[in-house]
């Protein structure tokens, strides 16, 4: 436990910049994104009360109240979300290879470390998790945030409030990012690191038998990926839905476990057999 421990507060760190990074630019950019949606606004406002003379009551009745959906929509705040998950993405492959980069390859002194190699191995899933979750955390706390930030900007009679949740359900991103129920957090983030973990074995593969072994990773990630949807494929393309949708979602828990296991297992293998000083 000490090993991990110490191996995750190492990977931490050596991701602290580029996750510094993201935060700043998704904190910047989002703010700017309420300061964009609160100013044209109240130049369209400024234009219909002062310039057209159109009674406040007809903008109103036309227009409509200013609230958090311009703001989530706002290409301001959605494009750092898209770039905080596609940096993430790559950095769970990068993960791995800055292990065999430069001359004196760090991968040789992890290997050897009194310990199972499957540390390593968790380690590299706990800072991606922790990644994932702590940028989840940052946007939820944003929201309020800047939610309190456009009723300083704009007045309440041109104002229209919302709450997490039904901001959350009017941005894609953030529907994703924030699921309304359990089930649609542990069925999205179930998926997520899901193909982690296959990532991982897709990785370990290419790293014991490369070319040969990135051939091998593609195939063994795809099929059990389309084992796990399996249930899905059958009902959509080849209309099997003799299942209710519950009786669905219990057969992709279970295939997500195996799945998850099988990976695990394969990865452990590859590690402790393949993959060596």
Known sequence: MKTYLKLVNFEFNRCAKLY???????????VI???AASRKYISQLNEALYQNKIP?????SE?????MFEV??????YLPIVICITAILFYSFFIWYIEWMGKNTFIYRLLMLPTSRMTIFWSKLTTIALMVFGLVSIQLILLLIESQLLEVLVASEFRLDLSVRQISEVSMYLSILLPKSFASFVSYYGIGFLLLFLSFAAVLFERSF???GLIMGLLFGGSLFLLFGSPVIAREFFGFDWLYPGEILIIEVVL???VIAISGWVSHYLLHKRVTV
């Open 63 to 67: 227009t409509g109240e200013i609230s």
């Open 33 to 35: 994104a309420v300061f």
């Open 56 to 60: 406040k009551e007809q903008f109103l």
């Open 20 to 30: 510094a990074a993201l935060i700043g630019m998704t904190i910047v950019s989002q």
């Open 72 to 77: 989530v929509n706002n290409v301001w705040f």
């Open 256 to 258: 997500g476990i195996l």
């Open 210 to 212: 490369h070319f040969k």
